[in-house]
């Protein structure tokens, strides 16, 4: 052991120094502190360490490998014995309707699956070695100074980008590095300190972001959505005092529309003569399959109250942990300083990677294979789809099925997760469940390779099979939209 092991001895209690030290070894090795295989001072060493009798060490020695706790040999010294290891404990049940249950519910393993990218469009190997290169140079420069906003070089990329693909021109300085978007929406609400006010936000919305809003103990007003995003009327009218709102203008989060430029110049001027601010969520950034990405809500910003958030997860892998966050240049300092002291910046590697990646052109080369695909994907999965229903619509990265009023869309997606198919529920986005739209959001990035038909198939089986249920349970039969595939 190349450090003391932590024995600490009573010498007033009746219990000999032997068997204490036998007692706390025992209990290392049980807990796992000491693994099997890990060598043990020799009694000669731990009784130096402890100073005691090298024969109090040794008789406690001797009991522990009666016990085969340790083992010895003039070759390998002492060590702890290999032993089967104990089963795993289970994971500590959740709460009902906590925020863990929540994201269980809407990001299961499988086909269709939402908020992931394609895995055979990533140059995985090249991507590989960038990182490997990475990596070695964070540790070969120990002593570099660490910028807590983000590395520099990777700012410049992204504001580059930025002005190219989405419109909007920033400078590195009013970029700062997240740990995803929940990292950047933790590091805005820091910094605006609205505890207590109203936030508008979109209903149906991402329920993690509500969730999120509400730890925050801000007070959160659904406003409703319809095909030109967020009803800027509707807030104005029942909540003329919000002091942000969270918008996804791009596409919305989850019906697909974009934020129409008239709702686009309300909402900006609400934000500039109110002194509200706005947090653009650009979750899908340039990923719009049809035409040219709508520019981002914070290039047309004249007054500084848009906080546009970005990330990585749906273009390169929601695993990096990866986003980033623009701040209106009066703000920027103060984003900065709270960067530096509460939410610091991802590790190096991963910055440096993700620039390099971009800087020499993968990244853009990545994003147009990507839509290419997508775009495979969705044709294919809105034909399959629409044999069974007319019900179907595309909603940005997803193709979104509506089920009749009532339908227990949650538990048709966990009877789905045992069949490799992870749809996500539509009715947990809506804030009142008296207003929810039961329904399914199907991820076009995680379509099958094959068998497009028979996983709708399965999907309507157990659409079906939750229908019966619902009509057992009521006592009468109702109708459903759902109708056998044409003959092919």
């Known amino acids: 052991m190349p450090n003391p092991l932590p024995i600490a001895l009573d010498r007033s209690a009746r219990t000999p120094l032997s068997e204490q030290i036998r007692k706390a070894i025992a209990a290392a090795i049980d807990n796992g502190v000491l693994v099997p295989g890990a060598r043990l001072p020799s009694w000669l060493d731990l009784a130096a360490q402890l100073g005691v009798a090298r024969g109090t060490v040794r008789a406690a020695y001797d009991k ?3 016990a085969q706790h340790i083992v010895s040999s003039k070759a390998g010294g002492t060590t702890v014995a290999r032993r089967p290891r104990k089963a795993a404990k289970p994971d500590a049940p959740v709460a009902p309707g906590s925020v863990v249950e929540m994201f269980r519910d809407l990001s299961g393993q499988g086909h269709f699956r939402m908020g992931v990218p394609a895995q055979d469009s990533l140059p995985a190997k090249l991507l590989a070695r ?3 290169r ?3 140079a964070e540790l070969s420069a120990v002593t570099r100074t660490i ?7 990777l700012r410049r990329e992204i504001a580059a980008h930025l002005a190219i693909a989405r419109g909007l021109e920033c400078s590195p300085a009013q970029i700062v590095i997240t740990s995803g978007f929940s990292g950047g929406l933790g590091l805005a609400l820091r910094v605006l300190g609205l505890e207590g006010r109203r936030v508008w936000m979109e209903d149906p919305g991402f329920p993690l972001t509500r969730k999120g809003l509400e730890l925050a103990r801000l007070e959160v007003v659904p406003i409703p959505v319809d095909a030109n995003g967020i009803d800027v009327e ?8 919000g002091a942000l709102a969270v918008v996804t203008p791009g596409q919305q989060a989850p019906l697909g ?11 900006l001027d609400w934000a500039a003569q109110t002194g509200a601010f706005i947090i653009e969520d650009d979750y899908l950034g340039e990923l719009q399959l049809d035409g040219r990405a709508a520019p981002a809500l914070a290039s047309l910003d004249r007054a500084g109250r848009v906080i546009h958030l970005g990330s990585f997860s749906k273009t390169i892998s929601p695993t990096l942990r990866l986003g980033f966050l623009v701040a209106p240049e009066p703000l920027a300092a103060q ?4 960067a530096t002291c509460l939410v610091p910046a991802p590790g190096p590697a991963v910055q440096l990677s993700t620039a390099e990646f971009m800087r020499d052109g993968h990244y853009i080369r990545h994003l147009r294979r990507t839509k290419r695909a997508y775009c495979d994907n969705r044709e294919a999965l809105t034909t399959a789809l629409r044999s069974w229903s007319n019900d179907v619509r595309v909603a940005g990265l997803a193709v979104m099925l509506t089920l009749p009023d009532k339908t227990a869309d949650v538990e048709i997606v966990r009877a789905l997760l045992a069949h490799g198919l992870a749809p996500a529920p539509l009715s947990p986005w809506y804030f009142s469940p008296k207003r929810a739209q039961p329904g399914l959001l199907l991820g076009i990035a995680t379509v099958p390779d094959r068998g497009v038909p028979a996983a709708c198939k399965r999907l309507f089986e157990a659409i079906r099979a939750q229908g019966r249920v619902q009509d057992r349970m009521q006592g009468a039969p109702t109708a459903r939209r759902i109708r056998k595939p044409a003959a092919r």
Do not use: C, Y
């Open 257 to 267: 529309p974009p934020l129409s430029p008239q709702r686009r110049a309300q909402l």
């Open 234 to 241: 509707h807030g104005l009218k029942h909540a003329p005092d």
């Open 147 to 153: 910028d807590p906003r983000g590395e520099l070089e």
């Open 130 to 132: 960038i990182r490997a």
């Open 134 to 136: 990475a990596v070695r």
């Open 335 to 338: 984003f900065a300083d709270v």
């Open 64 to 66: 522990l490998s009666d």
